[in-house]
Structure formats: C-alpha cells, structure tokens
C-alpha cells in the first residue's frame, strides 16, 4: 500500500461489505483532510496577529541577509544603515527622536522594559504601580513582578462597564509612582483615556499593541515616559517590537550586555526584523483612515447580522473603540465550543482571553467590567483586518445561527 509520505495515510480505502460480498471505494481519510483544507478559511482574529503584508516580506527578503549593525566594516555599516533607516521611519511616524526607538522583541518584551524598567528607575522600592485590571498579561504579570520580587505597592485604577479607566473614581496617589495604561484593550477594542493618565504626572507607561496602526500615535504630544509596540499586530513579522523610551524618562534595562539600543536591549540587533517592523508600519499608516472606515462598515454588519440571528447575544464592545473589534458574549454558551464550532466551518476567531493550563475561566476583561460570569464565559472575539473581506463577514453569517444554537446545546462545561 502506498502511503502519502507526509501524513502517512493511504490514497484511497476501501469497504468490504458482508452483504453483498463487494468491496467499495469510499473516501479516505487523506482525501477527507484534502477536501477539507481546501475549503476556504476565514480569518478574524486580526487581534491575536496579522497576516504578513506583501511591504513586510519584500522589505524583509532584502535585509535578510544583512550582518551585524555593529561591524566597523562595509557590511556592517550597510546593516547598520537598514537599522537606523528603520528606526527613524518609526520614529516619523509615531512622533518621536530616532534615538527614542528600542527595537526589542515584542509587545510583552517592551511591555516588562517599560514597567520594570521605570519602576526600578524610581529607585523607591515601595513606590506604587497604577495599574488597570483590563491590561495585557504582560503588563499585569510585570506589575505583579514588581510586587512580588521589588517591593512595589500595586493600585487598582478604577474600570467603568464600558470597559474604560475610570478616573473620576481614581484613589489620589501618594509618593513616587509609575503608572501604566492600556491604548486600547485587546479584547473589547475600548480605547482608553490615555491623556488623561499621562496628564496624572506620573512616569507612565502605555502599552499600545493593539492601536498602533489605527489611531494616531505622537509620542512627544502625549509626553508619556515610554510606549510599548509589537509588529505583528499591524502585518509585520512575529518576535519584534519596539519601546519608545524618552530620553529623559529613567528606564533600567532588564538585558545586559554589549549595550546596543541605547543600553537599554543588549544584543546584535534583528535588522531584518526592524525593517519589517518599518515596512508593516508604513504600510499600515498609508491608508489608516480609509482602512479604518472599511473595518468599523465591515464590523457594523457584521454585529447587526449576528444580532439579527442571535438575539439574546451581548456586545461587550463600546464605542469609542478599535474599528475592527467585535467581542460578543453568548449567555448559556462556553466560548471554547463556540470558537471550536466556527472553527469546524472554516471560521478563526478567538474567545479573547488566554486559558491558562487547560482551564478556561472568563476574561479578567469582562470580569473588571461587570460582566456576569455566564455572560463571560460565552465570550467570542471577531477583530478584522487588512485582509478581511465582505465574504469573511458573510461567512459568518451563514453560520452563526446555527453554531450557537449547537455550542447552546453543549451546555456549559
Ligand atoms: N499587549 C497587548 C495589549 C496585546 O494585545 C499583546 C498581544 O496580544 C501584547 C501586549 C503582547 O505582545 P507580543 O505578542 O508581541 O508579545
């Protein structure tokens, strides 16, 4: 029997009947896979990544093979040209000094720089940390870090039901202190009142993963201390980011080494990661205001037609919000067989919060906010992007009835 080499199953199978005595063709399961991979799939967890953009892959392809920026040679002065062009395109485009740029690793890296790293430049080991509960894990956890490990004094900021920072119930702070906020939550989209936060006083981190890309972002007209970025979120590659770090803002650096970046990220810099960094950005920034438009038409319709079919579902995202974010709650529903159950139809998207070894438990999100936790549980995030098309939105539709009738029935766990 011949076997497909890459998934080891036969081409085809056959059936003996003891009926008939005949043996019939039916399809294996290769052709089963085959039949089901070419199914067309839709993407909508924009949020989670975004595909590559053709800018990224070109620019990449070309620095590729780029050496070491710190070579006092030709090649090493060409890869450090390519890092410092890239450095100074992000740097135009989000209103900050060249020389204020970190590339790092990611969100979470620039995320833990930013807050452990201002803290620590507080040099007041009890000084507090702001912070709100609606944050990223990579800014929570470094909170918690600081608590656990420097002996920080961790506040709650106050969350309203919208999903916003509430500072007209913030506690008064006192003595030194970092705070940190959100741009934009990554589960409900809700933009937060970053100005205000920074207009606090306090060396202020903001992590700005999710709306880079789809607001306007003026490092210095916001004047925050630091401002954490990721490049997969608007169509760069995965494993690079930047920290945008003022120069007088005080940051300890948590890598030590040769003392590239500014000091504040040692290690031979990623060039072809920059540059993807900068391709993706600039793509993303040249038609923002059009491409947000086509996202929030895209969504609107996307949330009348669920809510069209399904009427007891609930919109937990609140305006003013990220154009391509729809996060829904499905009361009597787990959120794991509904994103399951989208995902058996061809549909990716997310329930918004990671499951922490194998446990599902609701969104600390939607816990901040209120949310019941049945509500909670029954969460499901549509988040679009550059690729997404009216067929994703009607792919969606012609299943959604369905589907949660199905996870409804599955009951929850
Ligand atoms: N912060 C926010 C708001 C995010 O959404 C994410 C990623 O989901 C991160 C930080 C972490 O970014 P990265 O995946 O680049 O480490």
Same mark, same amino acid.
């Given at each position: ?7 080891n ?17 039916? #399809? ?10 070419? &199914? ?26 780029l ?13 450090r040209?390519?890092?410092e ?7 135009g485009?989000? *209103? ?17 720089l930013?807050?452990? %790293? ?8 009890g ?5 709100? #509960? ?16 420097? *002996? ?6 106050p ?6 920072v509430?500072?007209?119930?913030m ?14 939550n990554?589960?409900?989209g809700?933009?937060?009142p970053?100005? $205000? ?26 004047g925050?201390?630091?401002l ?10 995965? %494993? ?11 940051v300890?650096?948590?890598?030590n080494?040769g ?10 810099p $990623? ?16 038609d ?26 609930? &919109? ?7 154009p ?11 959120? $794991?067989?509904?994103? =399951? ?10 329930t918004?919060?990671?499951c922490?070894? %194998?446990?599902?438990? #609701? ?36 299943v ?7 996870? &409804?029935?599955?009951? =929850?766990?």
């Amino acid at each position: 029997m011949i076997c497909d080499p890459a998934t080891n199953l036969t081409p085809m199978s056959t059936t003996f009947s003891a009926a008939t005595g005949q043996r019939s063709a039916k #399809p294996s399961a290769l052709e089963a896979l085959r039949a089901k991979a070419q &199914k067309p799939r839709h993407y909508l967890d924009h949020a989670a990544t975004s595909p590559l953009r053709s800018e990224t892959r070109e620019a990449m392809v070309e620095a590729l093979e780029l050496g070491n920026p710190g070579g006092q040679y030709a090649s090493g002065r060409k890869a450090r040209q390519a890092l410092e062009e890239a450095r100074e395109t992000v740097a135009g485009i989000l *209103g900050c000094e060249p020389i204020e740029v970190i590339f790092t690793s990611g969100g979470t890296e620039s995320d833990n720089l930013g807050i452990q %790293g201002l803290f620590l430049g507080l040099g007041a080991p009890g000084a507090t940390i702001a912070v709100p #509960p609606i944050e990223h894990d990579a800014v929570l956890k470094s909170a918690a870090f600081c608590r656990d490990r420097l *002996g920080a004094k961790l506040l709650d900021m106050p969350v309203g039901s919208d999903g916003r920072v509430d500072l007209a119930e913030m506690p008064s702070i006192d003595g030194p202190a970092v705070v940190t906020c959100m741009w934009a939550n990554n589960e409900t989209g809700a933009i937060q009142p970053v100005q $205000d936060v920074v207009d606090l006083g306090f060396p202020t981190h903001i992590d700005a993963v999710q709306a880079v890309g789809h607001v306007d972002i003026n490092f210095h007209g916001l004047g925050a201390s630091t401002l954490a970025l990721s490049a997969h979120k608007f169509g760069g590659p995965r %494993g690079v980011g930047a920290l945008l770090a003022r120069r007088d803002a005080k940051v300890i650096s948590q890598v030590n080494g040769g003392g590239q970046e500014r000091g504040l990220r040692s290690g031979t810099p $990623d060039v072809a990661a920059a540059v993807g960094l900068a391709a993706a950005l600039t793509a993303t920034v040249a038609d923002m205001a059009a491409e947000n438009e086509r996202l929030s038409t895209l969504r609107n319709r996307l949330w009348e037609g669920v809510h069209g079919q399904v009427r007891d579902v609930v &919109k937990h995202t609140n305006d003013p919000a990220l154009p391509g974010h729809l996060h829904l709650g499905v009361p009597g529903a787990e959120g $794991d067989s509904l994103i =399951m159950l989208f995902d058996a139809a061809g549909i990716e998207c997310s329930t918004g919060s990671a499951c922490n070894a %194998g446990v599902n438990r #609701p969104s600390h999100v939607l816990l901040s906010m209120g949310v019941p936790e049945d509500v909670a549980r029954g969460a499901v995030r549509f988040s679009l992007g550059h690729t997404t098309t009216e067929a994703d939105v009607d792919a969606v539709l012609a299943v959604v009835g369905d589907t949660v009738a199905r996870a &409804k029935a599955a009951g =929850m766990a």
